[in-house]
């Protein structure tokens, strides 16, 4: 018996309707076999539009439904629930894309129109062979694992956990609090950094229901939303970690001092560390590259001292394997890296620093002791913040890392705060968006700061006069005044920009997320969905997701949160039904599928001599279906019969 | 088929874009509103690696001027690496194309990312200015012809 | 009771399918015993005007084999058409254009140089070609016109029923032949004498890992007899051929070549093998893939031996 196919051309206002003759289309989908009805509809994602479509499925019987309007990525959902609505199995329902596809790519009416008729017979020639399919509903587990503990994951993890779910936070470095622990003051308010976030560190360190898994990292993850398994590596810290009351003798004890990560380099920790006194947990690390122990079998002060046996130098790498239903990563950015640019002198000129290491010299539990002082001890007299390092930048990277302005400027008011110096700021444009952001903008051009805007084209010590000598000279183009200037000061603080963290694309492959061209992770929709990914269960949050300032962090952590609670207190998700089925009847026990699958979802029933599917595990990649020899495998929706049909369709005309 | 010296040839291209990353990245194309030749006419599936070589033939067998095969980035494939199968039977299939006598623009194993609707849309335009210069497959006239 | 009328006709053919019928052996009288011949040219002396002159449908079952490559065989195609009740395409060439179909990776004119003109023993200075008409003193003669394509048998005329096979094998033969005159055929369109699993159904040979790591011809390795041919580098056309040979060419150590042509649920047997082998290289990086894949000598020769002419692309540009 022929099939019924309803067919609608939607204009979506002008975004098709413009380009696209809607009615033109219409009239030629009547034509096509097995349509019974084909109308155009100014918004067919409507209510009125849907009602219109559940009414000719039940007045006319329809029994496959095409509609041609914007890409099924974004209203396929909303359409199939429409016609599960008149009693039509939703997979009975095939979209064309005519819109993000067809009238938003060319301007040529006739051309469009064309595409469009071309796209709608090809969807109406496919939907004759559609069938209906059942949603497969998996149970969602409530564990939740976090990637990443800075303050976005401590905000994420502490939401979770409030609400009673358990939280698996796994963190690289051996604390949690990532770079706002290292942090002095934030704009715009200038809060003490560490006041704010030592105490929801503590919270997260005491929760019951959080488990941090820190000196760890996510080898290994598979499953689907609902139901992953993440594999985790606790890197060995040497240090039992229940038995540690974090003392702190084996630090005070331990002999060698090195140069400290936590501190930029410009001081010193021991070989056995905390990376600053607040660090949560509190159980130090053993820097086995550094360790007399590790380097040349001797010493071993800390354990000596250690009064509770925490030390153990025989601590191996361990694997845990957890199973939870939904991921956040909030892993965060890195720092560009100064010294690319070599005209700016970083890593070569002792006085040219990044705005982190001003930060270490500022914290009042940094190398000085909060003194801003040069490299011999002395303080400056004069200071230059260049905007925009490595950011805005057509040779490095082309966006604006968004917080640079706002922490040049809390800068600017810390040297004034605790020098007598002068501040020159090389800025470009001054972005100051957020909430008081502007504000404190106009607080600093009230500090008698001088403001220059042009880029810095070079910091030299090369003098061209003799109050340039032993000075750091800043040459830049003064835009508003159509100069070039050379100011002679004696620090430097680079503002570099955020960039992705330097191990972004295997943790991108790890979890199987996509990137944008940028390389930060990429979200499902830049303004609706800026937590979510294409892939279900699946978060982002902070930094990673593309450079922002600590609001804006806090902010996505607790939307991440979000997401994950309603996940996870809908109970149950249901998975699109496109698996691969074995047609018993035609396998020919050939074997060439059962390595393809990267699931290991095929196995081989050597008593009946064919291949097996293991529909729990099948992804629907479609991979086997492709090499079948003897067509013996289907895909669920994507059938050999529906893509022909489609293929047929195109070429016909 | 008779082709008018004056009406400009409009090649027709099957594209097999992957939903993930192709078909995504062809959408934010859309999207930005990026004007580019409406030439390639997209048949999604979950992945490359879904794409039969004998989809392929089908189309240029039946009036199709060239097929463009588009999926992630290898190493970035959301189901871990069908692509790599795509790379294997499109490099076996192109061998068995140039003896069949189509020319190697016509048909294309392209990566595109879900981030890049520009690249798409210019992937689109080389590939349909190339067959536009090849002019028409035409293979079932072909046929009739060489009968 | 009348005995059915059976017809066999050969067009482009080697005439190995004649000799299937032999192969029946002793069971060839018994068959005999059954059916009434009325036309076989490749054993007795039949003339076309004797097939112009049956009437429409007089003929039961004629079985046609060897592929459509001249007026002549296209000619007889569309007389035996009117004259049969069910018309068999019989072996590979009729079914799928067989070896005759590789016809179709040239053309006429390059086959005639090759033939009349290029071949180191040939001697035509005078440069004479075989023409469909000469006038000679006593009057005109003609041969049949040589096509440029090679065609199956249904793609030239209505056929009801497909035996493949190069040949198809003496067991089977004789079990299609009871099936035409005892009865129990299934619808018409349906391959028969042959399995609806691929061959790798029936080989005998261990198959255990499918992982392809270079690819020779067979004179290039020792085999290993118990061994599934694929996973030694030979390419075997097992895993896309219908089965119901008895794989006898893979108990003599050699690789099926396909002579059974695709299998029920594949519109392109050449193109399904192509993916199939290619999709188990063992090779992720483009550079390791394209060493495997320029290890495949001659695709369309290796995947299409016996079924260019029933694929997708029929010919290869001409």
Redesign the interface.
Known sequence: MAEKIGVYICHCGTNIGKTVDCKAVAEYACLLPNVVVARDYQYTCSDPGQEMIKNDIRELGLTRVVVASCSPLMHEPTFRRAVEGAGLNPFLFQMANIREQCSWITEDRELATARAKVIVSAAVMRVNFNEPLQVQKVPVNPNVLIVGGGITGIEAALQIADSGKKVYLVEKEATIGGFMARFDKTFPTLDCAACILTPKMVSVGQHPNIELLSYSDVTDFSGYVGNFTARIRRRPRYVDEDKCTGCGQCEQKCPLSVPSEFECGLGKRKAIYRPFPQAVPSTPVIDREHCLCFTKGVCKVCQKFCPRGAIDFEQEEKYVDVQVGSVILATGFDLFDASRIKEYGYGRLPNVITSLEFERLTHASGPTAGKILLRNGKPPESVAIVHCVGSRDLNYNEYCSRVCCMYSLKTAHLVHEKTEAKVYEFYIDMRAFGKGYEEFYKRLLHEDVTFIRGRVAEVTDVPQNLSEKGKLIVVAEDTLLGIVRRVPVDLVVLSVGLEPRRDVVQVAHTFRISRSKDGFFLEKHPKLAPVSTAGDGIFIAGSCQGPKDIPDSVAQGAAAAANVLSLVDRREVELEPTIALIHEESCSGCKICIGLCPYNAISFDEAGKRAVIATALCKGCGVCVAACPSGAIEQQNFTGRQLLAEVEAICAQ | MVIEMTERFEPKIVGFLCKWCAYTGADLAGTSRIKYPPNVYPIRVNCSGRVDPTLVLKALSTGADGVLIAGCHPGDCHYTNGNVKTIRRFMVLQKMLDQFGIERERVRLEWVSASEGERYARIVESMTEEIRALGPLNWKAKLEVAA | MTKPKFAFNWASSCGGCEIAIFELGTKLVDVANKIDIVFWPAVFDYKYSDLEAMPDKSIDVAFFNGAIQNSENEHVAKLLRAKSKMLVAFGACAYCGGIPALAN?T?RDQIFASSYLETATTDNTEKVFPQSNVQVAEGELTIPEF???VKTLDQTVDVDYYVPGCPPVGEQVSKVINQFVEGGLPSRGAVLGAS??????ECKRV?T???ITKIVRTYQTIQDPEKCLLEQGIICM???TR?GCGSICLDANMPCRGCYGP??????Q????????????D??T?ED??K???S?V???GT?YRFSLAR????????
């Open positions: 990776t053309n096509y440029n394509t609806e699993k691929s061959l790798c159904h198959k890992d499918r992982k097992g895993p896309a089965g299998l029920p649920n594949v519109i392109d050449g193109g399904k093998m192509l993916s199939a082998l290619s999709s188990v290289f090779a992720d483009e893939i394209q495997l894949a320029d495949v001659d695709p369309i995947f694929s997708l692309m029929r010919r290869t540009r001409p």
